[in-house]
Every structure is written in structure tokens, then in C-alpha cells.
T-cell receptor, first 111, second 113 residues
Framework: EDQVTQSPEALRLQEGESSSLNCSYT??????LFWYRQDPGKGPEFLFT???AGEEKEKERLKATLTKKESFLHITAPKPEDSATYLC????????????FGKGTKLSVKP | DTGVSQDPRHKITKRGQNVTFRCDPI?????LYWYRQTLGQGPEFLTY????????KSRLLSDRFSAERPKGSFSTLEIQRTEQGDSAMYLC???????????FGPGTRLTVT
């Protein structure tokens, strides 16, 4: 069964304390691995798409990487404004492309 | 175009009433998706449109749910005879052909009392 698991469920960091979030997946035929950020009461905001093992994408303090079994979202020197829930998802096969999401990691960054 | 918009942002209704939500996708996006999200969970897929055609429906979409996209532009999601278990955030997303990432709207928060 295709599924995606995120860990940890929650992560508390001090400002400037770098860390990584994990997204592991079992998918028959990955058609894209996506990272989103979601603030409370809002819709998910697109961050990155990764398509093949070894691929990396960066944006400000965030860096996403992909292997054959998992993806990591590395946060370097986080700031309080990075506090949010980070969701990963993979695209189902075929042209429809609906996304299967993990439960997310809730990140809190304290000043 | 500033992104995907949804209306209303919040809806409180009594059990048994019907509700309808609207989604306006990014104008050049021909693919539109509806998801449902409950507290502590990731969004779950409900249904998918390519232009005006509804091409896939999840098992989560019971007979009380219906979605339309009459002219391939905006979409509506209707829930008939609402139940307390329908309380959730309903999210709409869109994407153009050839790209994988979807862009989400702000969501409609439904509370059934």
C-alpha cells in the first residue's frame, strides 16, 4: 500500500538551532515528492518538488533532499517565523496527480 | 491573478442542513482538486477535475457530496444533510497541465453543530 510517514510529529527548536525533518515513503512508481508549509488556519503553501533520488532544492533557510526511500527537509539556523507545520506528499500515478499527504511535522522555533 | 480563492472562509451550520462551497482556481490552471483536512492530519483527496470533467472521486466522497465545475473555471462542492463528522477544513487546489505541484486556496472551515 502506498503511504508516507513523517517524523517527528512535533519539533521544538531554539532560534539558530539547525535540524532536519524526515519523510519516508513506500510508493510504487514515485511521480514527484512535494513539501508544503502550512500555518494555522491556512491552506498549504508550496515549497519544493523533487522527482529523482539525489535531487536537492534550496530556498532561504530550507533545503530538501530525496533518496529512494525518504526525503529530508533541512532547516538551517531557523527563526521564529519558520514555525509552522511542514507537510510532505507524493503524487499518485496517472494523469490525475492527486497528492497523498503525511500527517506533518509541527515545528516551533523559540527566540 | 493572486492565487486560488475560496468562499466562504468559515461556515457554521446545523446538522441536516445543506452547504455549498466555491473555489476559483488560478486562471490558466485546467486541473482542480478538492481535499478535506481534519485536525492533526494531512489533507485527504476528495475529487479531481480536468477542465469541466470530473475524472476521479475518492471513497471518502459519500453520496451526500457532489462537486461540479460547469464551465471548466470555478468549482462548487455541496454537502447535503450535513453530519457532525463533516466538520473539517475543505481545501481546493489547482495546477496547470505538465506540472506536478498544486497550489492551494485558504480553505473553508466547516463546523456542523
Amino acid at each position: 500500500e502506498d503511504q508516507v510517514t513523517q517524523s517527528p510529529e512535533a519539533l521544538r527548536l531554539q532560534e539558530g538551532e539547525s535540524s532536519s525533518l524526515n519523510c519516508s515513503y513506500t510508493v510504487s512508481g514515485l511521480r514527484g515528492l512535494f513539501w508544503y508549509r502550512q500555518d494555522p488556519g491556512k491552506g498549504p503553501e508550496f515549497l519544493f518538488t523533487l522527482y529523482s533520488a539525489g535531487e536537492e532544492k534550496e530556498k532561504e533557510r530550507l533545503k530538501a533532499t530525496l533518496t529512494k526511500k525518504e526525503s529530508f527537509l533541512h532547516i538551517t539556523a531557523p527563526k521564529p517565523e519558520d514555525s509552522a507545520t511542514y507537510l510532505c506528499a507524493f503524487a499518485m500515478g496517472g494523469s490525475q496527480g492527486n497528492l497523498i499527504f503525511g500527517k506533518g511535522t509541527k515545528l516551533s522555533v523559540k527566540p | 491573478d493572486t492565487g486560488v480563492s475560496q468562499d466562504p472562509r468559515h461556515k457554521i451550520t446545523k446538522r441536516g442542513q445543506n452547504v455549498t462551497f466555491r473555489c476559483d482556481p488560478i486562471s490558466e490552471h485546467n486541473r482542480l482538486y478538492w481535499y478535506r483536512q481534519t485536525l492533526g492530519q494531512g489533507p485527504e483527496f476528495l475529487t479531481y477535475f480536468q477542465n469541466e470533467a470530473q475524472l476521479e472521486k475518492s471513497r471518502l466522497l459519500s453520496d451526500r457530496f457532489s462537486a461540479e465545475r460547469p464551465k471548466g473555471s470555478f468549482s462548487t462542492l455541496e454537502i447535503q444533510r450535513t453530519e457532525q463528522g463533516d466538520s473539517a477544513m475543505y481545501l481546493c487546489a489547482s495546477r496547470p497541465t505538465g506540472m506536478g505541484e498544486q497550489y492551494f486556496g485558504p480553505g473553508t472551515r466547516l463546523t456542523v453543530t
